[in-house]
């Protein structure tokens, strides 16, 4: 039977600050005809996501850490090539979660029908379709309660939900929507593409000074992918009755010493403001309305998007580690 | 005219860290016969609070600053010796927010009677059943939307706010409650008095160590009164989908160095934790609730309280500055 054998990595080691590749071990499985009830899938793509990082730490989390010797779990496409599971026949495209391989073989519950939709890539489905784009739309709406005219600060606002914040953002009314990220190329695109009325690099100066210019009206919502020095940033620009939507810390993710936190947390009282943490997976119950949100708005061409493709399971862990440095406009993927 | 000397007390200049008697003046003033529509009060209880700090200085805030020369302002109580306005004849007692003076005159609409409650010291309309109560109260409920069997941890436990958050959230149907402070008798009266579970010395030992102790199924609902490292410790504890109602931040108020942050916020997101800044005077349409609230517990014996009572409008300065330091058990206040 095709594609019989299977690459696959795994979790070594934990990872002290930085990951490295010591840190990763490909391994080889050979599959077995798939038994009742199993699917074989051969993926298109598969995801790296900076929350991966926190799932290779012990610390107590939101989500069990990753296993030493497991296969590092994720969003993936892929299609059936064997199956012996009739709601799932060969050649259905499905969603799952099996992460960093290049085929996998497990019961057909494991996987979820992805009905292509027509002239839209299958790959928008593990980002503006998938989870990035909902984590946007819940950061903006539940979250932090989005009103018309607000102003908007986005951090790592290049990254795969930073380019949905914006656009999401717009779509929905807000007034000024403003992004960082961390190189010229990057912002260049934020403002031309992405529908950010201002962005600015971080790396030229501080992001509060860089962040009150932006906004000289102050900033209604925060929705934060960095956290350190740009949460405090938002902080100080904070208009009154403000909402911080924290969705991810990647300044702090690989840090291996104890990072501060903002020294302005007064402003919390003295404006009246609320901050939230949350992750997606507390909010799949506003799936649906979001893709069918999202996907009026693909089909009316009103969503722009960027991949950063890397090809080759090979290079996964490669396509990981350039993700958490930034090397990545928009969403990075391994094509298989 | 009887009571036409005043002595009030003035910001002479605005603090740098914690405030000295030069930062202050004390001035005398002859009030002539009240206008037509004035009335004068002969003030009992002059209130000190932590949020006045905030107000000496000229941070953008939620309320203006004092103005230099300006008498600093907040909640007293009196009795109205001379009328020129019908509706306050003289013998009401009013409660007011003209602050650290022995004698006040001024239009009747700047004054609110306060019918005397059978049993009830007057005093307490300024504490327990007045803005400090009212605040414990908004804290727990719209802010920290406390729930049935809620764990909670209060900061600064034993001082005017802290002691009617301890009693409230039992009341209100809390599990455990647990509160700091930072003297062994302020520990022992959280237990013995105030209806604390568990109360520990913040000087003792690590805030961080000492909670994790006092609370081994961790925190739901923290009402912090201090900021900093109770700030920090409260994040180390916190249960999934806890809720973080800040109140005070003394701990910084009289800060000339910039404090670091919690070094933990990532917590927020990965226990889907709410954060919510508050101030009491956004929440003034919930005073009538309370009040009827807290009569009825007070009525059925069910409030204690501590009032540490200095005497004299010239001791009103060192009133204030022990409260800074805590030098108070409940609420500090200035006898007339």
Same mark, same amino acid.
């Given at each position: 039977?095709?594609?019989?054998?299977?690459?696959?990595?795994?979790?070594?080691?934990?990872?002290?600050?930085?990951?490295? &590749?010591?840190? %990763?071990?490909?391994?080889?499985?050979?599959?077995? +005809?798939?038994?009742?009830?199993?699917?074989?899938?051969?993926?298109? %793509?598969?995801?790296?996501?900076?929350?991966?990082?926190?799932?290779?730490? +012990?610390?107590?989390?939101?989500?069990?850490?990753?296993?030493?010797?497991?296969?590092?779990?994720?969003?993936?496409?892929?299609?059936?090539?064997?199956?012996?599971?009739?709601?799932?026949?060969?050649?259905?495209?499905?969603?799952?979660?099996?992460?960093?391989?290049?085929?996998?073989?497990?019961?057909?519950?494991?996987?979820?029908?992805?009905?292509?939709?027509?002239?839209?890539?299958?790959?928008?489905?593990?980002?503006?379709?998938?989870?990035?784009?909902?984590?946007?739309?819940?950061?903006?709406?539940?979250?932090?309660?989005?009103?018309?005219? +607000?102003?908007?600060?986005?951090?790592?606002?290049?990254?795969?939900v930073g380019?949905?914040?914006?656009?999401?953002?717009?779509?929905?009314?807000?007034?000024?929507?403003?992004?960082?990220?961390?190189?010229?190329?990057?912002?260049?695109?934020?403002?031309?593409?992405?529908?950010?009325?201002?962005? %600015?690099?971080?790396?030229?100066?501080?992001?509060?000074?860089?962040?009150?210019e932006a906004?000289?009206?102050?900033?209604?919502?925060? %929705?934060?992918?960095?956290?350190?020095? &740009?949460?405090?940033?938002?902080? =100080?620009?904070?208009?009154?009755?403000?909402?911080?939507?924290?969705?991810?810390?990647?300044?702090?993710?690989? =840090?291996?010493?104890?990072?501060?936190?903002?020294?302005?947390?007064?402003?919390?009282?003295?404006?009246?403001?609320?901050?939230?943490?949350?992750?997606?997976?507390? &909010?799949?119950?506003?799936?649906?309305?979001?893709?069918?949100?999202?996907?009026?708005?693909?089909?009316?061409?009103?969503?722009?998007?960027?991949?950063?493709?890397?090809?080759?399971?090979?290079?996964?862990? +490669? =396509?990981?580690?350039?993700?958490?440095?930034?090397?990545?406009t928009g969403?990075?993927?391994?094509?298989?």
């Amino acid at each position: 039977m095709s594609h019989d054998m299977s690459t696959q990595i795994q979790l070594a080691r934990r990872p002290k600050g930085w990951p490295v &590749h010591e840190d %990763f071990a490909t391994v080889t499985v050979e599959y077995a +005809d798939p038994a009742p009830g199993e699917v074989r899938v051969v993926n298109e %793509f598969v995801s790296v996501d900076p929350y991966m990082r926190g799932r290779m730490s +012990d610390a107590r989390s939101y989500v069990a850490p990753y296993e030493i010797g497991g296969v590092i779990a994720g969003g993936a496409i892929g299609r059936v090539v064997a199956s012996a599971a009739e709601q799932l026949p060969v050649g259905t495209v499905v969603l799952h979660q099996h992460g960093w391989t290049d085929v996998i073989q497990a019961d057909a519950s494991k996987f979820r029908a992805a009905p292509e939709v027509t002239g839209l890539p299958n790959s928008l489905r593990l980002h503006m379709l998938g989870m990035t784009g909902l984590t946007a739309y819940v950061g903006l709406t539940a979250i932090a309660g989005l009103r018309e005219g +607000d102003t908007v600060f986005v951090s790592g606002a290049a990254g795969a939900v930073g380019t949905a914040v914006g656009q999401i953002a717009k779509l929905l009314g807000a007034g000024r929507v403003i992004g960082s990220a961390g190189t010229a190329e990057k912002v260049a695109l934020l403002t031309e593409k992405y529908g950010y009325d201002a962005a %600015f690099n971080y790396k030229d100066g501080l992001v509060r000074t860089q962040l009150a210019e932006a906004a000289p009206a102050g900033v209604d919502v925060f %929705f934060d992918n960095v956290g350190g020095d &740009h949460l405090e940033a938002a902080l =100080a620009s904070m208009n009154r009755g403000g909402r911080l939507a924290l969705c991810g810390a990647i300044a702090a993710y690989n =840090a291996t010493e104890r990072q501060a936190g903002p020294s302005n947390m007064s402003k919390m009282i003295t404006e009246s403001l609320t901050m939230q943490g949350f992750t997606v997976g507390e &909010h799949w119950d506003k799936a649906p309305a979001f893709t069918e949100l999202m996907t009026g708005w693909f089909m009316d061409g009103k969503i722009a998007y960027d991949e950063t493709i890397v090809d080759g399971i090979d290079n996964t862990i +490669d =396509a990981f580690l350039a993700m958490m440095q930034g090397a990545n406009t928009g969403k990075m993927l391994v094509r298989i």
